[in-house]
DNA sequence: GACCTGCTGCGGTTTG
């Protein structure tokens, strides 16, 4: 190995003899920055490690190398490292990656999911080393069902190392991987070095809160300083035919073709040839637009290169597709919803492109990131924006071409380098709850300090106080809800419904999952739809990209036999809530607005809609405005995101009007401008995050939230709610 | 008007 910088030389001789020769052997010319500043940071010092860099960084090895030269020639019985990863595929891929290494210096490593192979976990625990490669849930259920085992596998870690961290900061799993971590170490009395990996992500001093609660300062932070690569973007605006309303569907012959026609008609011919990804935003439309690709195929007499992947399609058909898009020997664009934006390598695509503006800068960034990815080869992004015909009875909204407008404004924050930061979770109370009982039935009785102790130091719980746990508990001990009992010695242990809870298999993950129907074809299985499909022997069903009917139906296990057919019609996919907009986006919305730049990389159409958007923007006078008519509605223009706006919503709800959040701000039905601006101007003070909270209809939204007491749940409303509440005052300024 | 993610232990039978 030549090295070319005199710091390289220096981490490249601090690895193993054996690491050192197997770089030599992948014919690596130098350790890249982030690989070099890494191995210094775990070899040199002490501390967690937050590792900052994009896809193809190389940074799993840049974490693994110093990690196994550590860990080599560690004798004491036990494992050495965990690897937690958000994917089973993710695990594979790093066990593939990792396996030959390892066995060469001979240090054991072991998958440890649901779908690994059951002999390699005996094995481990029989002589408990190396390393493990393994899920959170998979976490969960050896610490639950298995603790004597847990406790001699885990007891003395040396590392932990997360992978796809950003995945971990916001939501459920994130709440519960960090007390199980903090779980982890109550067996040993150990705290293993924490050696977080991530996508570039927007506040690396939450993730590094996150990794470390204790002393985030602590935490040795490495960014990627490479620059991503040049970016190549273009807007393509369509116009939706007049009769065209709702949700995607099927192509129907003998119509005009509507705009999801055109995309297709453009993307087919540009995209063929060639490896890429298209976003779709929804099961439904990946659906949708994979039928129309299939079907330009058919009728131009060509091999079909395009293909759905989706959350709802079998692991095989995901599988295969991923196979061929890594392999590139054959062109291949695969329409997907997210499940392409995590990490499982795909290798690199010739373009991405969107149906629809962003929501987030975050996903926008995540999926850029598959692009461009080869040295010197530019990112390029084609984003598909359709608005509707506009006729005399349109919402004046839509007259604001706001999805247009919109995408705009996400391609300057993307230049601006902005990325939503991670807000409070919601689901604390749900997981707490859900851990309660974990850390009961693992120790077969518990302390309500202990517990609570437990939670505490695992970080984010830190918004339940001393009290609010021991409400939770009680209430949890209630006779009718008989999740706990205690015992006269103050000892809690599970009761009725806890056990039954616990027992589940369900219980494992904190997130919930729907009953379904699968999808069975002369003995492949295609995939689930919702069991709310109402489905009959001669239903026709569009999925996985062909069309079928369905032959057989068995009601007990669930499972449809379908044979393929000339027509179909999409299935139902169970929606929820939607994605919400941050302030910074809605507020840039307002900028595109009020400013006449035209960008270059709009089509004709593009800069069309964006005209129409801003002339309509002047004509309802938004600059000095608020309000908006509609009918006998009126719109509330806030200029703000989601989570203002659903506040602003509880507060004219709780004033008796009947109201909705949307994007760009609250529409009130029924009401004139005057009489929202008189209800907001008959305030004397704006009320509390407590006072609202007594208005909030939906306060159960997480898995077990079900079982916690309202008077929680409301209060943590006003926790998770506060930064929105405060900033009242200023927004009913701006609207009266 | 959204998306994604995960899963034990035991007793029985079969196979090498």
Not at 654 to 668: M, N, Y
């Amino acid at each position: 190995m030549q090295p070319s910088a005199s710091k390289g030389v220096d981490s490249f001789d601090r690895l193993h003899p054996q690491i050192r020769r197997w770089i030599r052997e992948q014919g690596w010319q130098e350790l890249r920055d982030v690989q070099d500043r890494t191995i210094q940071a775990i070899l040199g010092g002490d501390t967690d490690v937050l590792i900052a860099a994009s896809t193809a960084s190389g940074k799993t090895e840049a974490a693994f190398l110093p990690v196994l030269t550590r860990v080599a020639d560690r004798t004491a019985p036990g494992v050495s490292v965990l690897y937690v990863s958000p994917l089973k595929a993710l695990i594979n891929d790093q066990f593939r990656r990792l396996d030959m290494l390892c066995e060469r210096m001979e240090i054991p490593i072991t998958r440890w999911h649901g779908d690994a192979p059951q002999g390699a976990k005996t094995r481990i625990l029989r002589a408990p080393r190396g390393l493990i490669l393994i899920t959170p849930e998979s976490v969960e259920a050896l610490l639950l069902r298995r603790s004597a085992d847990a406790e001699k596998l885990l007891g003395s870690l040396d590392f932990v190392v997360i992978d796809e961290l950003h995945a971990f900061l916001q939501g459920p799993r994130g709440l519960q991987l960090a007390s199980l971590l903090s779980r982890i170490e109550l067996l040993g009395g150990v705290r293993p070095r924490r050696i977080g990996l991530s996508a570039t992500i927007g506040d690396l001093a939450l993730a590094a809160s996150w990794l470390n609660p204790a002393s985030p300062g602590s935490v040795a932070i490495i960014e990627s300083s490479a620059d991503g690569p040049e970016l190549r973007l273009q807007v393509r605006g369509y116009v939706r035919e007049p009769t065209e309303a709702g949700p995607d569907d099927l192509e129907i012959e003998g119509e005009p073709p509507k705009a999801l026609d055109r995309i297709a008609d453009h993307a087919f011919e540009i995209l063929r040839g060639s490896n890429n990804l298209f976003f779709a935003g929804s099961r439904r439309s990946v659906e949708a637009l994979a039928d129309r690709f299939r079907r330009r195929a058919e009728a131009a007499n060509v091999p079909n290169e395009f293909f759905p992947h989706h959350g709802s399609l079998s692991k095989e058909l995901r599988e295969e597709l991923e196979l061929r898009l890594k392999k590139g020997d054959a062109p291949t664009t695969a329409v997907a919803t997210t499940t392409l934006e995590l990490g499982v390598d795909i290798g690199s695509v010739k373009s991405v492109a969107l149906l629809g503006p962003p929501r987030s800068l975050s996903s926008l960034r995540q999926r850029l990131g598959r692009s461009g990815r080869r040295q010197g080869a530019p990112a390029v992004l084609r984003v598909y924006v359709r608005e509707p015909h506009l006729a005399s009875d349109l919402d004046p909204l839509e007259r604001l071409r706001p999805d247009i407008v919109q995408t705009v404004a996400a391609v300057r924050l993307l230049l601006d380098h902005f990325v939503e930061p991670p807000g409070l979770d919601p689901a604390v109370v749900s997981v707490a709850l859900h851990q309660t009982l974990s850390m009961i039935a693992q120790r077969g009785g518990a302390r309500a300090d202990s517990l609570y102790r437990s939670l505490r130091s695992a970080g984010p719980f830190a918004e339940i106080y001393s009290p609010d746990y021991a409400e939770l508990l009680r209430w949890m001990a209630r006779p009718e809800v008989a999740l706990l009992e205690q015992a006269p010695d103050g000892l809690i242990m599970l009761g009725e419904a806890g056990e039954r809870l616990v027992a589940g298999r369900d219980f494992y993950a904190v997130f919930e999952s729907d009953e379904e129907w699968r999808l069975s074809n002369g003995g492949r299985t295609l995939g689930v739809i919702p069991l709310s499909n109402v489905i009959t022997v001669g239903s026709l069903l569009a999925f996985a990209g062909q069309r079928w009917r369905v032959v057989a139906v068995d009601d007990r296990a669930k499972v449809l036999e379908v044979t393929r057919h000339r027509s179909g019609r999409l299935p139902k996919f169970d929606r929820r809530s939607v994605e919400p907009i941050h302030d910074r986006l809605a507020a840039e919305m307002r900028a595109v607005y009020q400013s006449a730049d035209v960008p270059p990389y709009l089509d004709a159409v593009a800069r069309q809609l964006l005209e129409e958007g801003r002339q309509n923007f002047v004509e309802a006078q938004l600059a000095v405005r608020r309000y908006v008519n509609a009918g006998g509605d009126t719109h509330v223009m806030t200029w703000r995101g989601f989570a203002m706006n659903s506040v602003l919503a509880v507060l004219l709800t709780a004033a008796g009007l009947e109201c909705e959040a949307h994007d760009l701000g609250v529409t009130v039905a029924n009401a004139t401008d005057n009489e929202v601006m008189g209800v907001l101007g008959n305030l004397t003070t704006t009320p509390s995050a407590q006072d609202l909270s007594e208005f909030v209809g939906n306060l159960r939204t997480a898995k077990y939230d079900a079982f916690a007491p309202e008077p929680l749940l409301r209060r943590m409303w006003t926790k998770t709610h506060a930064s929105a509440c405060a900033r009242l005052p200023q927004l009913i300024k701006e609207l009266s």
